[in-house]
């Protein structure tokens, strides 16, 4: 646990966050700044999993999918999306999935 704190507090202090969680997580999730725009990168760490919805900041950041996707989106091993965070620092995140919810939090 001690181990998995250090290399939080090393990610949280580059430009890039990333968190995910081994085992259970149907997403690898990890944050990034393009063109001054807080970037939510979604990546599938399991064969099929559906993001049928999102949740940012709990509900107080206005966050859209990258391009025309409707929800629900299905998603195979390794394909992600994007999520574009206006005007807010990232600092949770909680996917709605058919496999359950899952919060991942940037400190």
């Known amino acids: 646990m001690k181990y998995a704190l250090r290399l939080f507090a090393l ?3 580059m430009t890039t966050c990333t968190v995910s969680y081994a085992g259970d997580a149907p997403f690898d999730v990890s944050t990034h700044i393009e063109q001054n725009v807080p970037i ?4 599938a760490a399991t064969d099929q999993v559906v993001l049928t919805g ?10 859209k999918l990258g391009g025309v ?5 299905t998603f195979k091993f390794g394909q992600g999306v ?19 919810n899952y919060t991942y939090s940037f400190r």
């Open 11 to 13: 990610a949280s202090a």
């Open 82 to 100: 994007k999520l574009f965070a206006y005007s807010c620092k990232v600092k949770e995140v909680v996917l709605i999935t058919n496999q359950g």
């Open 40 to 43: 939510i990168q979604l990546e």
């Open 54 to 63: 999102f949740n940012v900041n709990r509900g107080n950041c206005k966050a």
């Open 69 to 73: 996707y409707p929800l629900p989106l």
